[in-house]
């Protein structure tokens, strides 16, 4: 994710002004300014004017391309500081800003699906203690989706007239302390318990749309898919942790344990967060000079913190906007589909227990992490060679969506829990493309209406989820089988994507 630069246009301006160095270069390198430069080493071809001139000589040369890359025309992975000792200047590394920013957001993205899972597993030995029902399981399973479909427009609307920051600060402050009061809950009563996970999702449904938003206002275009890529690999991660944590800690410390160590982390992260961060690089105190120029110089237009609630109409008018919805709730469907089936379908197709299924079940989101940071990537490799925006985004959706329809079109053939583990693994890793396409096309079209138009759409992946998760029961129990449901499910992303390449586009339209 380094920043690119022009050699060739930092060496053509400062040859243009090399004539004028002796009176402004040092009053530039004495400027407090200065404090952060970055620099490429093989860049301007210093080796070889060092054999051809005097040691003054190379000293003025050096102060001029100080002063080149402090004017912000060079930029690096790393930012570096000068400071001045007896025997002359130290240079001392020191990350970019804004991955930072994105380190942050990994973590809360991974926190955020952790505490998720959490209550997957945690459900089994408070199911044991409470004498609750098949059915009653599926009923706590959901109530996390009962706020979350609602909040996740609501949320975006807040981001895009208060900005990210506080909105995500707010939110992980809120569904950790419900994580904190589920258990509390489940030993008052199970209305307790439902509303608490309702309030949950409620307070989560904020996470994606404030994501989003900050990532297009802290990275430039071409880094952009990159930077998505790492904070859902966060995303995924939290999946493999709380699958692996949760049950340690269930029989080690107890039924409080897992709840009490995440809405922990929650607390401490919301800290960091609100100390460190900014809605817009322009408002940070910790940015240097150059890396901002590169952020805004990567950008196609100025993003503001809108003053009104944005235009549902005029968003729901437009087609590329409703190729994204359907994406997002195609995209949905199949994710959840997996989620929630795949231990059932280990057990009641192969006969394989408990145990190994949830292993089944755990191996396919490392995976789709490390796929998902591929794709991005992928794009943003494609678009820095000159292909058209529109272009990548089509591409990367239809990966991650014919992609998985042929995995589980494959899946009915599947005669092993290997040769099956293996199709579904597929399944995910590539579906994970679609962060590259839809997920990314939100800032493309909608840059000033993001936070909402990715509510909308999450809602209606939300609504997708809970009608195939509950579906795939229904028609196991109907057919007695998954092929029929699998089949199904492989149409809708072949269709999908059909819609999807008909009228998405890379194009500002709102």
């Known amino acids: 994710m380094a920043a690119i630069t022009n050699s060739s246009t930092s060496h053509d301006l400062c040859s243009s002004t090399r004539k004028s160095i002796p009176s402004s270069c040092h009053s530039l390198a004495s400027s407090p300014h200065l404090n952060f430069v970055s620099f490429r080493k093989t860049k301007l071809g210093f080796e070889s004017k060092k054999l051809e001139w005097s040691r003054g000589r190379k000293e003025e040369w050096r102060k001029w391309s100080v002063k080149c890359t402090a004017e912000g025309i060079d930029g690096g992975m790393f930012v570096r500081r000068k400071s001045r000792e007896e025997d002359g200047i130290v240079v001392v590394r020191s990350i970019p800003e804004r991955y930072k920013v994105v380190s942050l957001l990994a973590c ?12 997957s597993v945690a459900i089994v030995p408070l199911a044991a203690k409470h004498g609750w029902s098949s059915s009653f399981l599926g009923i706590v399973q959901s109530s996390f989706l009962w706020g979350y479909i609602f909040s996740s427009v609501i949320g975006g609307a807040l981001v895009d007239r208060y900005g990210g920051k506080r909105v995500l600060a707010w939110g992980v402050m809120l569904w950790s302390f419900a994580t904190l009061l589920t258990p509390l809950a489940a030993n008052h009563s199970t209305m307790a318990l439902l509303a608490v996970r309702a309030f949950f999702g409620l307070a989560e449904g904020v996470a994606l749309p404030s994501m989003s938003t900050l990532l297009s206002r802290w990275f430039p275009n071409t880094e952009r898919a990159t930077a998505f890529g790492i904070s859902m690999a966060g995303f995924h991660i939290g999946n493999v942790i709380g699958l692996l944590i949760t049950p340690i800690m269930l029989s080690t410390i107890g039924i409080f344990g897992p709840f009490l160590l995440f809405s922990s982390i929650g607390l401490l992260w919301a800290m960091t967060w609100t100390y460190r961060v900014t809605d ?18 990567g950008k196609s237009a100025s993003l503001k913190k809108s003053n009104k609630f944005p235009p549902l109409g005029l968003i729901l008018s437009k087609l590329p906007s409703w190729a994204i919805i359907f994406a997002n709730a195609t995209n949905n469907w199949g994710y959840f589909v997996l989620l929630s089936w795949m231990p059932v379908y280990f057990k009641s197709v192969y006969n394989v227990n408990l145990k190994h299924a949830a292993w089944f079940s755990a191996v396919p989101w490392a995976t789709m992490a490390i796929s998902g940071y591929l794709a991005g990537t992928a794009s943003d490799f494609l678009i820095n060679a000159g292909y058209p925006t529109t272009f990548v985004r089509k591409l990367m959706q239809t990966i991650g969506f014919i992609g998985p329809a042929v995995a589980l079109i494959c899946l009915n053939y599947a005669n092993t829990p290997t040769v099956a583990a293996t199709l579904l693994t597929a399944a995910l890793s590539l579906s994970s493309f679609s962060q590259a396409g839809f997920m990314l096309n939100i800032q493309d079209i909608a840059p000033q209406y993001a936070g909402i138009l990715h509510g909308i ?11 195939s998760t509950i579906g795939t029961g229904y028609f ?11 089949t199904i499910t492989a149409c809708l992303y072949v269709l999908t994507t059909v819609f999807w390449n008909l009228f998405a586009t890379g194009d500002q339209v709102l």
Do not use: H, K, Y
């Open 457 to 467: 759409s999450n809602s209606a992946g939300t609504l997708a989820a809970i009608i």
């Open 280 to 297: 817009d690089p322009l408002e940070s105190n910790f940015i240097s000079r150059s890396e901002l120029r590169l952020i805004q110089a």
């Open 108 to 119: 809360v993205m991974c926190l955020c699906n952790a505490d998720r899972v959490v209550m």
């Open 476 to 486: 196991v129990q109907w057919l007695g089988s998954f092929q029929a449901f699998l």
